[in-house]
C-alpha cells in the first residue's frame, strides 16, 4: 500500500517543481521548452485526479472499519497504534489535497502562460505591420 503513496508524493513533487519553472521569472529561453513539456504532460498528470479520489475513499473506508480505542478498553500500545493510524490517515489527506491543488495550480499557470505568449507574438505582429 505505500507505493501508491511514493507515487502520488513524486507526482505531487513532480507538479510543483514544473508550477516553479514556470512561474519563475529570467527562465524565458527554457520557458518554450518547459511549455511545450507541460502541456504534453498534462493529460497524463490528469490520472492524479481519480486516482486521488480512490485513495480518499480508501482513506474513509479504513476510518469506518479500524476499531475504536475509547475509554480504558485500551492498552496503551493500542492507544498509540490507534493515535499513529489517525495521523497517517490525516498526512495522507493532506498529500492528496496537495497534488490535486498543484495539479490544478499546474494547469491554470500552463493555460495563462501559453495564452501571455500568443499575445506577445500578437503584439509582435502588430508591431512589425507598422
Not at 69 to 96: D, F, V
Request: net charge positive; proline share 4%.
Amino acid at each position: 500500500m505505500a507505493l501508491e503513496w511514493v507515487v502520488l508524493g513524486y507526482t505531487a513533487g513532480a507538479e510543483a517543481i514544473m508550477v516553479l519553472l514556470l512561474t519563475i521569472p529570467g527562465l524565458d529561453g527554457l520557458r518554450k521548452g518547459l511549455i511545450a513539456v507541460t502541456r504534453n504532460l498534462l493529460k497524463p498528470f490528469l490520472s492524479v485526479v481519480p486516482f486521488c479520489l480512490f485513495l480518499l475513499m480508501d482513506i474513509y473506508w479504513k476510518y469506518e472499519t479500524r476499531p475504536k480505542c475509547e475509554g480504558e478498553s485500551c492498552t496503551p500500545s493500542e492507544h498509540l497504534r490507534h493515535q499513529k493510524s489517525i495521523m497517517k490517515s490525516q498526512r495522507n489527506a493532506i498529500l492528496i489535497v496537495a497534488a490535486l491543488v498543484f495539479y490544478w495550480l499546474l494547469y491554470s499557470v500552463t493555460h495563462l502562460v501559453v495564452k501571455v505568449e500568443q499575445l506577445n507574438q500578437r503584439v509582435q505582429r502588430l508591431k512589425d505591420r507598422e
